[in-house]
């Protein structure tokens, strides 16, 4: 009690309260408010450990409570993202409420159609690179100029078969809001992470339908119809996710042959048009290599700068040192120069005094000096 009281009121008790001692006021929720005593300057760190772990919790309440109101707008149909997805746009009075774009809406009633008549997700993203179809990234782009969203992404980029299918599995094209399909991994993370399926809130009829629930389906069932490729387990490499198109700025795909492991585009096969190279491949070693030798460089560089750097401090320290030794020989010059100009000093400083003492006016007898009046003396 000497030191520190930790203390839970309510929000109008903990107004009317002012305690004479040093306090911090800590909200844990809308109702309650912890105060936390300081009588000593020795406890200053209990509190403020006592305070991170108090607005930890607060952080952790607020975001149960931020979380829990989303949840209950998505299961009252509302949506709640900040940007309408691909074929929508907001509604222009009704908050929360999506509505039918034309030109975009067309675009994705249009693949569902080849899809049903039997093209591929690869031809259809030819086809639409060939006629210049905007994608959903530069259709945004020309909608939206003063956003930043896909503002790092290449005017170059084309259609792709992965932008097909994504188009293809979104549900919300037959009219119903999905919703919580990620989720945050941690309250301190900004990464998302995928949600089950069957934790995905659903909200039926919560906006006009761009394709049937009908036709979806068939073309789900085309999709899984499809052969796959067996998906083997996940490799892990050295270049990993490094390597970049220089046009279109995607990331390098890695497949294997008898003569080893190469990199290429995979842009060029849906987009005929494109800049990117066309069947080219580069070979992992080479590009390893390359590297390397760039890495190697780099540390010639810094090690290079070190030694110039200490050299330089060397050099400063010897000038330092040559300016510390000649102030020094200076000073003693200076000293015995003082030394022996002191007993010529103090002679002479001691002649004269004795002159000064010593010394009396000399008069001429009879003679009077002239310009000096006769001194008359002064009767009593």
Known sequence: ??????GVLSSRRSQSLMPRASCILAPVSYSMTMIIWSRSPMTSG???????????????????????????????????????????RFHPTIRNKLVIDGDSAAVVRRIFDMTLQGMGSTAIARRLNSEGVLTPGAYFRLKNPGSGRFRKASEKNGWTAASVLNILHQYEYTGALVGRKRYKASLHEKRTVPQDKSDWIIYEGAHDAIISRADFDRVQEIIRQRPRRAKGTSQEYPLKGLLKCGNCHRTLSRIHSSAGYYYRCTKSKADENS????????????????????????LAMCQERKKQKS??????????????????????????????KLPTQGFMTAYWNGVRRFSFPVRTSGRKEPGRPKRRRRRL
């Open 1 to 6: 009690p000497n030191s520190c009281a930790v």
């Open 311 to 340: 050299s330089l401090m060397l050099t400063r320290k010897e000038r330092i040192a040559a300016c510390v030794a000649e102030l020094q020989k200076l000073e003693q010059q200076q000293e015995r120069y003082r030394q022996e």
């Open 46 to 88: 209990m509190d403020v450990v006592l305070r991170n772990i108090i607005y930890e919790a607060y952080s952790k309440d607020l975001s149960v409570k931020t979380t829990t109101a989303k949840i209950i707008m998505m299961k009252q149909g509302k949506y709640i993202g900040s940007f309408a997805p691909y074929g929508f």
């Open 275 to 298: 800049d990117c190279p066309k069947g080219k491949l580069f070979s992992e070693k080479e590009i390893e290599g390359i590297i390397f030798r760039a890495v190697m460089q780099m």
